[in-house]
């Protein structure tokens, strides 16, 4: 960062403060958890009292995109001002979704991987986490931004809660793509987990590109009420695995701040970023409860 590399929270649009206080190649590990362009208004969730969101009505974030007049400025700005693969591949996009939801999405979130990219130190990588509905397009952008040199893993997180349906087979996980900064130049050291075959019963083996860790259930303690939190153990493996104790780990769209409590617990610095005040506040909460003020 420009003037400080203790870990810190921001409030506000993550692309105008990555340009505004981030220096380049200044993050180690990044992980990101953006909106998916579910189309869905995300509500606070019911839950416990203490260092939680206390409130079952209130909006969180809106993940909803419309191509209008913004999109159609993003769209004419990025074909026109961009070099490159970006300016490329977007009349493609539009060619194949139209003037869609989709696409506005995506021009969204161009700029802020272009960002993320040059904040991302030559050693480092960067997990983005997503699920089938923008899945194959970001892969496309982040090939286009980072390299399709440089893409290492789409990793399955497999979740097992969560509804079914007659009409299709149940939608029970997620996919992270995983991108290095530069190529064979990341950081990584694997987790061990135990080994599952009978041959290996007793040892530890390497994780492989599919994670079995169960989602938050409604009776979990770490569980704050925010609706699109994720496990400490899904970042624990990442974290663990991607990054040093001392380095400095990004969470752009940090929600209620899991990526920070477990890059904190780890021993890591952390940096988060939220466009929610309600998300900020419980962030705040959330590190006091369980580490202390300051």
């Not at 400080?4 to 380049?24: A, E, P, Q, V, W």
């Not at 419309?66 to 970006?86: C, H, M, P, Y």
């Not at 991302?120 to 983005?128: D, F, R």
């Amino acid at each position: 960062m420009k003037s400080d590399s203790s870990s810190r929270l921001f409030h506000g649009d993550n692309l105008t403060i990555l340009k505004k206080y981030f220096s380049d190649k200044s993050v180690d590990l990044i992980y990101m958890d953006p909106p998916f362009n579910s189309n869905r208004c995300y509500n606070v969730l019911p839950g416990k009292k203490t260092n939680t969101i206390d409130s079952g009505n209130e909006q969180v974030f809106d993940d909803t995109w419309r191509w209008n007049d913004s999109a159609v400025e993003a769209f004419n700005k990025i074909t026109s001002e961009t070099d490159g693969q970006l300016s490329q591949l977007f009349p493609a996009l539009k060619r194949i979704t139209g003037e869609s939801g989709m696409l506005a999405y995506l021009l969204m979130m161009a700029p802020r991987i272009v960002e993320l990219r040059r904040t991302l130190k030559h050693s480092g990588s960067i997990y983005i986490h997503c699920d089938q509905r923008a899945s194959a397009y970001l892969k496309l952008l982040m090939d286009a931004v980072f390299g399709a040199e440089n893409f290492l893993n789409c990793i399955v997180w497999c979740y097992g809660l969560g509804g079914s349906s007659p009409r299709y087979w149940p939608r029970k996980h997620d996919d992270i793509l995983w991108y290095s900064r530069e190529q064979n130049g990341h950081y990584f050291e694997a987790v061990q987990i135990p080994a599952t075959s009978q041959k290996m019963k007793g040892q530890f083996k390497k994780a492989p590109d599919f994670w079995n860790i169960p989602t938050i259930n409604n009776m979990a303690h770490e569980r704050v009420g925010y609706p699109t939190q994720k496990p400490e153990a899904l970042l624990a493996r990442i974290i663990e695995s991607s990054s040093c104790k001392g380095d400095i780990v990004l969470d752009p769209f940090c929600g209620c701040g899991t990526t920070l409590v477990v890059a904190q617990a780890l021993s890591r610095k952390w940096i988060g970023i939220d466009s929610s005040e309600k998300a900020v506040e419980l962030v705040k909460k959330r590190l006091e409860g369980k580490f202390g003020e300051g």
